[in-house]
């Protein structure tokens, strides 16, 4: 089955697109196989992953708008498959506002093209548009990374109250999976303060994993590379090979545990 989890966060500069594409290397790298989305027009996610940003109806494009452009193309190098994005995603998104299946893109997309990986993870915009409700509404599991920093709980409250507000409306049934903690700072007395509200109203969600502060994450995206390519002992890097272990723990144990229900 796959596993499809999207990664958002209505704040920006909160690592999601960093999570995104050091995830789906960690992944790659414990032998599963991954399709990374991009649906941020800003391409982050894309030419950190070694590829260039996706031109006219390709990419994203290509997948919410149902052209004939070329979708999935391969990051080898990183070792697994994307969907990149572009600055014409921005008009794919008008193009969905005045078209019949707008928030179901996506989702259209992934059943007919993403039923041979292990993991499918979106990638979605740091707002809440038409793109993210995409991700969101293609999606079981949300992913939500977060910096421990005063304002960071009222934006996860915020988020939830709009994939509630989604699965009302669509029937669907997207779930808080996991919480993780980025740029932690253990030292920071905010961030232990944050974390204690975590542990109190998302205890099981709330990664035990934290992702640290680190120089070697910051520098590999000019690179194209993940963190695991670019400097694979650095603690970003060993870092997010333990998310991806806890996260395939934890999700390949439920998908178990609801096939023998």
């Known amino acids: 089955m796959v596993n499809t989890i999207v990664i958002a966060n209505q704040k920006g500069g909160v690592g999601k697109t960093t999570t995104a594409v050091n995830l789906a290397a960690s992944l790659s790298a414990m032998k599963r196989t991954v399709l990374l989305v991009d649906l941020d027009p800003q391409a982050n996610a894309t030419t950190g992953s070694g590829l260039k940003k ?28 994307v969907v990149p994005s572009g600055p014409s995603l921005i008009a794919a998104e008008s193009h969905l506002r005045n078209g019949g299946s707008q928030e179901r893109a996506l989702m259209n997309f992934l059943s007919q093209k993403a039923s041979s990986y292990d993991y499918v993870l979106i990638d979605c915009p740091p707002s809440l548009n ?3 409700l995409n991700g969101l509404r293609a999606a079981q599991s949300l992913l939500v990374p977060m910096q421990c920093e005063y304002f960071a709980l009222e934006g996860l409250a915020g988020l939830l109250e709009t994939v ?23 030292r920071n007395k905010l961030g232990r303060q944050v ?24 520098e590999a995206p000019s690179f194209g590379k993940s963190a695991l390519l670019y400097e694979p002992n650095a ?27």
Request: charged share 25%; net charge negative.
């Open 54 to 81: 996706a031109d006219g109806e390709e990419g994203s494009v290509s997948a919410l708008m149902e052209s004939e452009g070329q979708a999935i193309f391969s990051a080898e190098e990183m070792g697994y498959d």
């Open 235 to 261: 603690k970003g890097s060993l870092a997010y090979l333990a998310l991806a272990g806890e996260l395939i723990g934890k999700t390949e144990e439920r998908y178990m545990g609801a096939a023998n229900e």
């Open 195 to 218: 974390t204690q509200e975590l542990e109190k109203h998302f205890n099981e969600q709330l990664y035990s994993t934290v992702i640290p502060r680190n120089i070697k994450l910051a």
């Open 130 to 132: 038409l793109l993210t």
């Open 164 to 186: 509630d507000q989604l699965n009302q409306k669509t029937g669907h049934n997207l779930q808080l999976t996991a919480v993780v903690r980025t740029m932690f700072d253990p």
